[in-house]
């Protein structure tokens, strides 16, 4: 089973600023199949990236994601108000599609 | 306009069961594979299981194999989860969630369901 290691686990940011979530996996994760989740208190999880890079339709370009070997990354360019929840990454690569222990990213 | 509806979640005793569904609308159900995914109360999110569009492949976490089954109906455009043995560490939000890509079970998730409540206690 591949293990997913986000960090921090709470982010504390202001509007305006830029937001880096990191998501390390136990193992390769093949073909990059990474995505990245929102989750508004109450809500479904919303998602964001898949492929580690690929914004999901109607997803604000301010979100981006990208790899490196084993550890993934969501980027937030500039935070809104709206942007303030927890975040997942998950794999898909290999059963059982793990999750990550989550992110969450309050504000400042 | 893709849709996702679970139903069937509630309070039951431990060692009881339960039987969750999701009807799908808005696309092409039986192109998809499905899965569920729950979340414990103030905690994260745990995959559970899926199906293929054909029911040919199914996988569960080691969590719930030999208690939970999934499976679907494709003419009713619905996706079951009958589950049994139930403890206490089942209670959590039970959402399903369609593959995002047609034909593929290497997707991301999208869209999901507004999530079922299930209550294990006595």
């Known amino acids: 089973e591949i293990v997913l290691t986000q960090s921090p686990g709470t982010l504390s940011l202001s509007p305006g600023e830029r937001a880096t979530l990191s998501c390390w996996a136990s193992q390769s994760v093949s073909s990059s199949y990474i995505a990245w989740y929102q989750q508004k208190p109450g809500q479904a999880p919303r998602l964001l990236i898949y492929g580690a890079s690929s914004r999901a339709t109607g997803i604000p370009d301010r979100f981006s994601g990208s790899e490196s070997g084993t550890d993934f990354t969501l980027t937030i360019s500039r935070l809104e108000p709206e942007d303030f929840a927890v975040y997942y990454c998950?794999?898909?690569?290999?059963?059982?599609?793990?999750f990550g222990q989550g992110t969450k990213l309050e504000i400042k | 306009q893709l849709q996702l509806v679970e139903s069937g979640g509630g309070l039951v005793k431990p060692g009881g069961s339960l039987r969750l569904s999701c009807a799908a609308s808005?696309?092409?159900?039986?192109?998809?594979?499905m899965s569920w995914i729950r979340q414990a109360p103030g905690k994260g999110l745990e995959w559970i299981s899926y199906?293929?569009?054909?029911?040919?492949?199914?996988y569960y976490a080691d969590s719930v194999r030999g208690r939970f089954t999934i499976s679907r109906d494709n003419a009713k455009r619905s996706l079951f989860l009958q589950m049994s043995s139930l403890s206490a560490e089942d209670t959590a939000v039970y959402y399903c969630?369609?593959?995002?890509?047609?034909?593929?079970?290497?997707?991301?998730?999208?869209?999901w369901g507004q999530g079922t409540l299930v209550t294990v206690s006595s």
């Open positions: 998950q794999q898909y690569g290999s059963s059982p599609y793990t």
């Open positions: 808005g696309f092409a159900f039986s192109d998809y594979y």
């Open positions: 969630a369609r593959h995002d890509r047609r034909y593929y079970d290497n997707s991301g998730y999208y869209p």
């Open positions: 199906i293929s569009g054909s029911s040919n492949t199914i």
